[in-house]
T-cell receptor, first 113, second 115 residues
Framework: GESVGLHLPTLSVQEGDNSIINCAYS??????FIWYKQESGKGPQFIID?????DKRQGQRVTVLLNKTVKHLSLQIAATQPGDSAVYFC????????????FGTGTRLTIIP | DVKVTQSSRYLVKRTGEKVFLECVQD?????MFWYRQDPGLGLRLIYF???????EKGDIPEGYSVSREKKERFSLILESASTNQTSMYLC??????????????FGPGTRLTVL
């Protein structure tokens, strides 16, 4: 079946460096791709989304890149801070049905002081 | 701020017990969701509801049922708990329409252990 997955389960980055979290997807019919952040002991929190007809979208310190040719999604976090330590999930949604999001398995980002 | 609360942070039950997990949101959202989260599997949708008394099965509804009698409250029911239902359960809500279309607001989760 269709799936949304991640290349790496863990990522360690030096504080102040940029982080890149990757995600592979298989459903070429997805309309939206979304990133969520989950801090320890909390529920996931929406970060940013991108529509499938876009290649790039920027938010505050974050950029999402979408490469439909290779079905690859990435989240770039600029100048990572200790507060960025969390598990990051990518998710996808197809319009025309319901509000269902299909989540990937997550990447744990650890910031090294 | 949107607030989604779940009745318990930690819950321990025995096999065969009937378990109720409660979720309440205070922002008049139409849509509500129940997920379970397991290591290496991410979040998987159990059930969702887009209105009072309305429900739809998600990806893994087996062994679960739901109830939505009031707009703000969405309950997940384990009719006869089993050990393979030991997991973190997350409730979420979102309004109908609005930007961004994809933001769901999550509660803190209930970690359920079935012995």
């Amino acid at each position: 079946g269709e799936s949304v997955g991640l290349h790496l389960p863990t990522l360690s980055v030096q504080e102040g460096d940029n982080s890149i979290i990757n995600c592979a997807y298989s459903n070429s019919a997805s309309d939206y791709f979304i990133w969520y952040k989950q801090e320890s002991g909390k529920g996931p929190q929406f970060i940013i989304d991108i529509r499938s007809n876009m290649d790039k979208r920027q938010g505050q310190r974050v950029t999402v890149l979408l490469n439909k040719t290779v079905k690859h999604l990435s989240l770039q976090i600029a100048a990572t801070q200790p507060g960025d330590s969390a598990v990051y999930f990518c998710a996808e949604k197809t319009l025309g049905g319901n509000e269902k999001l299909t989540f990937g398995t997550g990447t744990r980002l650890t910031i090294i002081p | 701020d949107v607030k989604v609360t779940q009745s318990s942070r930690y819950l321990v039950k025995r096999t065969g017990e009937k378990v109720f997990l409660e979720c309440v949101q205070d922002m008049d959202h139409e849509n509500m969701f129940w997920y379970r989260q397991d290591p290496g599997l991410g979040l998987r949708l159990i059930y969702f509801s887009y209105d009072v008394k309305m429900k739809e099965k998600g990806d893994i509804p087996e062994g679960y049922s739901v109830s939505r009698e009031k707009k703000e409250r969405f309950s997940l029911i384990l009719e006869s708990a089993s050990t393979n239902q030991t997991s973190m359960y997350l409730c979420a809500s979102r309004p109908l329409g609005g930007e961004p279309y994809n933001e769901q607001f999550f509660g803190p989760g209930t970690r359920l252990t079935v012995l």
